[in-house]
């Protein structure tokens, strides 16, 4: 069955230090997505990415970077983890058009100290 | 003022009861979802609109596309209802393809 996984499933980082955090799908979606989910702000945009080499700015994207080399992946990286991106981290894809539902990833739990 | 709105944003519910939630839009949209998630747990879609009316065992999604405005309708709860609903939409627009913006999410408790 298609799926689409997250990896690592909790992390403990120091202030600073650069993180990746890997999504991979298995649907062939050409649309990828990174959100944040934080109380009080609910699920937020981070990054997106419609294929290939393509890679677009969300509405937090401060401090975040993607990189879009194949279909089935879209890694989030973080430059200088700061203790304002403490967050849980969901991948999400899509199939192509505004009338596919959205797939998630099962979450990241990153935590900043 | 956020461009989804969800109401209630806690619910408190006894089994067996029928349960309305709210999702009020203030931008056009090429669709709408309604999401669960589980406590710790992941996202899980439930339905994607765009007109009408949509069922799903005892899960039922309606939108008023005029009134900018859905429901989503849980009959006979069970405590295994228990999760937050958000409600979502995509923007119509170019340049919002395929994107989603959401509300705050519906906490509910459904208690035995």
């Known amino acids: 069955d298609a799926e689409i996984t997250q990896s690592p499933r909790h992390k403990i980082t120091e202030t600073g230090r650069q993180v990746t955090l890997a999504c991979h799908q298995t649907?062939?979606?050409?649309?990828m997505f990174w959100y944040r989910q934080d109380l009080g702000h609910g699920l937020r945009l981070i990054h997106y990415?419609?294929?290939?080499?393509?890679?677009n700015k969300g509405e937090v994207s401060d401090g975040y970077s993607v990189s879009r080399s194949n279909t089935e992946d879209l890694p989030l990286t973080l430059e200088s983890a700061a203790s304002s991106q403490t967050s849980v981290y969901f991948c999400?894809?899509?199939?192509?058009?505004?009338?596919?539902?959205?797939?998630f990833g099962p979450g990241t739990r990153l935590t900043v100290t | 003022k956020n461009e989804v709105e969800q109401s209630p944003q806690n619910l408190t519910a006894q089994e067996g009861e029928f349960i309305t939630i709210n999702c009020s839009y203030s931008?056009?949209?090429?669709?709408l979802h309604w999401l669960q998630q589980h406590p710790g747990g992941g996202i899980v879609s439930l339905f994607m609109?765009?007109?009408g009316k949509k069922k799903h065992g005892r899960l039922i999604a309606t939108i008023n596309i005029q009134e900018k405005h859905s429901s989503l309708h849980i009959t006979a709860s069970h405590p295994r209802d228990s999760a937050v609903y958000i409600c979502?939409?995509?923007?119509?627009?170019?340049?919002?393809?395929?994107?989603?913006?959401f509300g705050q999410g519906t906490i509910l408790t459904v208690h035995p």
């Open positions: 999400a894809s899509s199939g192509d058009g505004d009338y596919y539902e959205q797939y």
């Open positions: 649907w062939n979606h050409n649309n």
């Open positions: 990415s419609y294929g290939v080499q393509d890679t």
């Open positions: 931008v056009g949209i090429s669709a």
């Open positions: 609109l765009s007109s």
């Open positions: 979502a939409v995509t923007p119509s627009g170019g340049t919002s393809y395929g994107k989603l913006t």
